[in-house]
Each structure stands twice: as structure tokens, then as C-alpha cells.
T-cell receptor, first 112, second 113 residues
Framework: KNEVEQSPQNLTAQEGEFITINCSYS?????LHWLQQHPGGGIVSLFM???GKKKHGRLIATINIQEKHSSLHITASHPRDSAVYIC??????????????FGQGTILTVHP | KAGVTQTPRYLIKTRGQQVTLSCSPI?????VSWYQQTPGQGLQFLFE???????NKGNFPGRFSGRQFSNSRSEMNVSTLELGDSALYLC????????????FGPGTRLTVT
């Protein structure tokens, strides 16, 4: 079993729909990242969370440390949101900020 | 501030050769991490450097190595290339203070033939 599991693996939506991508992890963490990768493109960090909830524009990320679970929500989805969304965790302890463990990614396609 | 830069962006090498990839972090960032992305394995952590010292290493063979210079620029080297080393190699620099955000470079696409 992978340490970081995302669901669903593939998601297709119509423009305007509310989207949720889930991430579950099995280790103690100090932070969780949500990343976005467009086809052929580099990776952009959307959020870094250690507790609670963060919002940026139409994107909302939440984390429940006790349940080892995080969700990424996209409100009023748009075709430009089509991308791969990747959850990554930084394990608790130590001084390494870059040692991340990644989920397998969720491929999101939003149709006009 | 300029973002994270990686050179070269694309590279084609032959099995058995070696390759060196370069990463320049955001000015002021002292931590640089390297990752490998393949269709089969997804993203995997290679190593992290902080102030010229390797702070952590992922589960990769010794053919994968790296270093960091006093100006925080980092290089990674892969010796005796194998077909399975074909991948997108990403580096990221980590912010300072309370942020510790990761800022990714555009990646180097390595193809081994």
C-alpha cells in the first residue's frame, strides 16, 4: 500500500461543476502539499497545509490531521483547470523540507 | 524574483553515457531538492541539499549523485545511463522562514536511447 493515496485517479467534469479530489496518507506529517501539473508543463505548488483550511481564488484545500486526510476543492470549474493534481506529504521529524512522498496524481479534465 | 531555472531543458543520451543537470534556485533559497518523474513510478524524491551538504537521499542507486555549490546552485549527475533513467528531472527550492514552500523548476526531460 502506498503511503499517499489519491482518489479518484481520473475525473471528468463539465464546466461550472464543483470538484473534489481526496488524499489519504499513512504516516505522521509536518506538511501536505497540493501541486498542479499541466500537460507538458512544470509543477506549480497550489497549497502547503499543516492544519485547517486554505483558500485561493476558486481553490480550497482542507486537512484533517487526526484522520490523515486532505481534500482539494475547485469551485466553478473551468477548462483551464484541466491538469494533473498531485498530493505530497512531508513526514514529521527531521530537518528535511524537500523530502516529499507523492501520491499518484489525479487527472482532471473539464469540458466546456 | 526570478524563478527556479534548470538547464538543459531537453537532453538525449545513449546508454552507458553520463549526464549532468543543473538547477539554480530562487535567490536567497539555500535548500534544493531533486525529483524524478516517470509514467510508471510517478514522482520520486532523489536528494536534498542545504548549504552545500546533502541532507537527505531517496532510494536510488549510487549512479545518481549530486552536489551544491556555495551560491546554492545544484547539479545532479547520473553515470552509466540506463533506458529506465529516461524521465523528467525536477528540482525545487525551498522558501525560508515559516513558509517552507516548494518552488519547482520547469524540469529537464532526459531521454536515454
Amino acid at each position: 500500500k502506498n503511503e499517499v493515496e489519491q482518489s479518484p485517479q481520473n475525473l471528468t467534469a463539465q464546466e461550472g461543476e464543483f470538484i473534489t479530489i481526496n488524499c489519504s496518507y499513512s504516516v505522521g506529517i509536518s506538511a501536505l502539499h497540493w501541486l498542479q501539473q499541466h500537460p507538458g508543463g512544470g509543477i506549480v505548488s497550489l497549497f502547503m497545509l499543516s492544519s485547517g483550511k486554505k483558500k485561493h481564488g476558486r481553490l480550497i484545500a482542507t486537512i484533517n490531521i487526526q484522520e490523515k486526510h486532505s481534500s482539494l476543492h475547485i469551485t466553478a470549474s473551468h477548462p483551464r483547470d484541466s491538469a494533473v493534481y498531485i498530493c505530497a506529504v512531508r513526514e514529521a521529524g527531521g530537518t528535511s523540507y524537500g523530502k516529499l512522498t507523492f501520491g499518484q496524481g489525479t487527472i482532471l479534465t473539464v469540458h466546456p | 524574483k526570478a524563478g527556479v531555472t534548470q538547464t538543459p531543458r531537453y537532453l538525449i543520451k545513449t546508454r552507458g553515457q553520463q549526464v549532468t543537470l543543473s538547477c539554480s534556485p530562487i535567490s536567497g533559497h539555500r535548500s534544493v531538492s531533486w525529483y524524478q518523474q516517470t509514467p510508471g513510478q510517478g514522482l520520486q524524491f532523489l536528494f536534498e541539499y542545504f548549504s552545500e551538504t546533502q541532507r537527505n537521499k531517496g532510494n536510488f542507486p549510487g549512479r545518481f549523485s549530486g552536489r551544491q555549490f556555495s551560491n546554492s546552485r545544484s547539479e545532479m549527475n547520473v553515470s552509466t545511463l540506463e533506458l529506465g533513467d529516461s524521465a523528467l528531472y525536477l528540482c525545487a527550492s525551498t522558501g525560508t522562514g515559516l513558509s517552507y514552500e516548494q518552488y519547482f523548476g520547469p524540469g529537464t526531460r532526459l531521454t536515454v536511447t
